[in-house]
């Protein structure tokens, strides 16, 4: 089939209209890697062809729409609306293809299931709205499913991964997070939940209102600036209180936030945040302990800033980072 033809069969399944051949086509073609480059284009097409057709009450709202999320609280855009679809489209393909896409694979892959899944890349991030209004932040290399009929009779999802949620108040429908073997339950919260499938723990912390926190024996309530840890090796809970429960969600906003966490613990935060690989050269280096924020720095800069605090070396090669210890440097393992 040629990439035309693949283009009318996604335009068919968007409407519906796709067999079951068809879609397992369609999903086998979606697959490959020189797909998410054609769907750019099929993309940027449907974008130029909506903009055509919107009457200009619409266009109007959309274009005060776009200014404000283009430029808030500065200036305003004074650009026909034609060259500003431009340069909207420009930054919201590339969200379409790493949010809209993964909606549409998992469509294709879950249909019959009826369920949803919103997946991220590592290297990636995404914000996304359930259907009853609650808001969801998912970090990199994280996922969430869901029922199609969330919402009518309850409010579940499964996270896999990291995950910030700002929940609609529902006293009659609570919202459920399970993340392996640890749920958690709320009404009306804002809480970050981390559940990476290679960490030892599960943390929950809370930023606003209350949620339980439980397993299949232990129920524990949260209260704001408390955090709950589940050790998955020995199934316990330490629950701690926090000066700051907002640093939690700071990856929001490209920050990273450490409390006195291990190098080896925050090399799985720069792989998937960075899509990289770190190799340690030494297993003594990965125990050196590090505190404190860094506000939106580029991989480099974080690793310099390592490297003038610690004892490491470091080195760079592709995507490949390797941490050398320095032996100039006495090996200190707290580091704030």
């Not at 294709?108 to 290297?123: C, F, P, R, T, Y």
């Not at 100039?328 to 704030?336: A, E, T």
Request: hydrophobic share 40%; proline share 2%.
């Amino acid at each position: 089939m040629t990439e035309n033809d693949y283009n009318k069969l996604l335009e068919k399944f968007l409407r519906k209209e796709a067999t079951s051949e068809e879609t397992r086509r369609l999903t086998e073609w979606f697959c490959q890697p020189d797909t998410k480059e054609k769907l750019s284009g099929f993309y940027a097409e449907k974008w130029e062809e909506a903009a055509a057709s919107m009457d200009a009450a619409l266009q109007n709202s959309m274009l005060e729409n776009i200014r404000s999320e283009m430029s808030p609280g500065r200036h305003r855009w004074s650009l026909p609306f034609g060259k500003l679809m431009k340069y909207a489209a420009a930054a919201v393909i590339p969200v379409m293809l790493g949010v809209g896409a993964y909606l549409l694979i998992a469509n294709l892959a879950h249909d019959n299931n009826k369920e949803m899944i919103v997946s991220v890349e590592n290297g990636q991030k995404a914000n996304l709205q359930l259907p009853d209004g609650t808001k969801v932040w998912l970090n990199s290399g994280s996922s969430i499913r869901y029922d199609k009929s969330y919402n009518q009779h309850d409010r579940i999802i499964a996270l896999e991964g990291e995950a910030y949620f700002e929940v609609a108040k529902d006293k009659k429908r609570p919202f459920i997070v399970k993340a392996n073997a640890v749920s958690v339950r709320a009404v009306g919260t804002a809480f970050d939940v981390k559940a990476y499938t290679n960490d030892d723990a599960i943390t929950t912390t809370l930023i606003e209102g209350k949620v339980n926190v439980f397993d299949k024996t232990t129920t524990s309530q949260l209260l704001p600036n408390q955090k709950i840890t589940f050790n998955k090796s020995n199934h316990t809970f330490d629950k701690v209180q926090v000066y700051d429960a907002a640093i939690a969600g700071l990856w929001k906003n490209n920050q990273l936030a450490f409390d006195s966490e291990t190098l080896e613990d925050i090399a799985k935060v720069l792989e998937r945040m960075y899509n990289i690989q770190v190799v340690f050269d030494s297993e003594q280096i990965k125990q050196i302990r590090f505190s404190g924020k860094i506000k939106n720095n580029s991989l480099e800069s974080v690793l310099q800033l390592i490297s003038l605090t610690s004892p490491i070396h470091y080195n760079v090669k592709d995507s490949v980072v390797t941490l050398k210890q320095n032996t100039k440097k006495r090996l200190n393992y707290s580091r704030d």
